[in-house]
C-alpha cells in the first residue's frame, strides 16, 4: 500500500517550471539544463507531489551513480516536472544575495570549492547565456532590483529578491549539480539503511553525513487563519525537497522505503512493508516458491 508523508505545519510553497528543457553548453564546456526556447511557465507547489519528487530524484541519483544511459531522460524529465532546483539559492550563506558585493559559500555545495566569490560573478554562473538585455541586476542607492525582459513573476519584496532571478526563464543550472544533489541523498539513504540494521550496536546518536543538509536555509512565520499555525519558508527545491527526505526517513509510519523485489523508492506504510506493490510482492512470493519446489524436487 502506497501511503502519503504526514508534515507537521503549513508546507505550502510556490514553484515554477517551464514546458520543456534542454540541455546546453556553454564556452567553457559545461553542460546546462536550460528552459527550452519558447516554452511558458507555470507555478505549482511542490508539496502536493511530495513523494512523487522524492522518489524521482533519488531514482536519478541511483541511476547517475551506475552509470546508467537513461539519466539524461530522467533528468530532463524530472526539470520538465518540477523545475530547476535554486542551487543560486540554496549554495551559500548569503539571504540576499543581490543585494550583498560577496557570497559566502556553505560547505558540500555542488557549485565550487571556493570559499568566497564576487557576487556579480556568481550571479554570471546561473544566467550563462543570458545578455544584458534579458536579465540585469540594477543598483540603486538605498535598494535593488532584476530587470527582466520577459513576463516570469516578480514579486516586489514578498519573497527574496533572489527569487525573481529563479523564475527567470534565462535562470538555469548545471547537469552535474542536480546530479551531485540526487547521488549525495540515495548514497545518504543507503547510509541510513546500512545503520538501521547496525543500530543495537550503537551506543550513541550518530548524525549521518552531516553537511549534506543546510538547515540554516529553512525559515518560518506564524501566521492566522481559523487558528494559529507555523508556516513553514524555504529558499529553494532543493531545500524543499530535503525537508520531505528528512520527514520521509524520520516517521514511525509512512516512511521511505526501498523494494526489496524491484528496488524503486516508495512510501511506505510501516517500515516492514517491503515491496512497492502487489506485483512485486507478488513476483517476490513466486519465486520463493519456485525455489521451494526447487529444492523439494532435488532432496
Ligand atoms: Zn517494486
Excluded at 95 to 109: A, H, P, T
Excluded at 167 to 180: A, G, H, T, V
Excluded at 195 to 213: A, Q
Excluded at 241 to 256: H, Q
Amino acid at each position: 500500500m502506497k501511503g502519503e508523508l504526514n508534515l507537521p505545519g503549513n508546507f505550502s510553497a510556490e514553484w515554477i517550471k517551464y514546458e520543456n528543457y534542454v540541455f546546453r553548453n556553454d564556452n567553457k564546456g559545461n553542460t546546462y539544463i536550460v528552459p527550452e526556447d519558447g516554452t511558458f511557465f507555470s507555478m505549482y507547489n511542490p508539496f502536493d507531489v511530495s513523494e512523487e519528487i522524492l522518489t524521482d530524484i533519488l531514482r536519478i541519483g541511483i541511476s547517475s551513480l551506475s552509470d546508467d544511459k537513461n539519466t539524461d531522460a530522467l533528468l530532463l524529465l524530472f526539470a520538465k516536472k518540477y523545475g530547476l532546483l535554486g542551487f543560486i539559492s540554496s549554495s551559500v550563506y548569503n539571504k540576499n544575495i543581490l543585494g550583498d558585493d560577496f557570497v559566502i559559500f556553505s560547505e558540500g555545495n555542488p557549485v565550487t570549492k571556493e570559499k568566497i566569490m564576487k557576487t556579480e560573478d556568481y550571479i554570471k554562473t546561473f544566467i550563462p547565456f543570458a545578455t544584458e538585455y534579458d536579465v540585469e541586476i540594477r543598483k540603486y542607492k538605498n535598494t535593488v532590483d532584476v530587470i527582466k525582459s520577459e513576463d516570469s513573476p516578480k514579486y516586489y519584496g514578498k519573497k527574496p529578491l533572489v527569487t525573481d532571478l529563479i523564475f527567470s526563464k534565462f535562470y538555469c543550472e548545471e547537469k552535474k549539480w542536480i546530479l551531485n544533489f540526487a547521488e549525495n541523498l540515495s548514497r545518504h539513504f543507503d547510509n541510513i539503511i546500512t545503520y538501521r540494521n547496525t543500530s543495537s550496536f550503537l551506543t550513541e546518536s550518530v548524525t549521518i553525513m552531516g553537511n549534506v543538509f543546510h538547515s540554516e536555509k529553512i525559515g518560518f512565520t506564524i501566521d492566522q487563519l481559523d487558528k494559529t499555525f507555523i508556516s513553514w519558508k524555504f529558499d529553494s527545491l532543493k531545500t524543499i525537497i530535503e525537508i520531505i527526505y528528512a520527514f520521509s526517513v524520520t516517521g514511525n509510519k509512512n516512511i521511505l522505503n526501498k523494494c526489496n523485489s524491484c528496488g524503486n523508492f516508495f512510501i511506505a506504510a510501516t517500515e516492514r512493508e517491503k515491496y512497492c506493490s502487489p506485483a512485486c510482492r507478488n513476483r517476490e512470493n513466486v519465486k520463493k516458491s519456485r525455489q521451494r519446489n526447487k529444492k523439494s524436487i532435488t532432496e
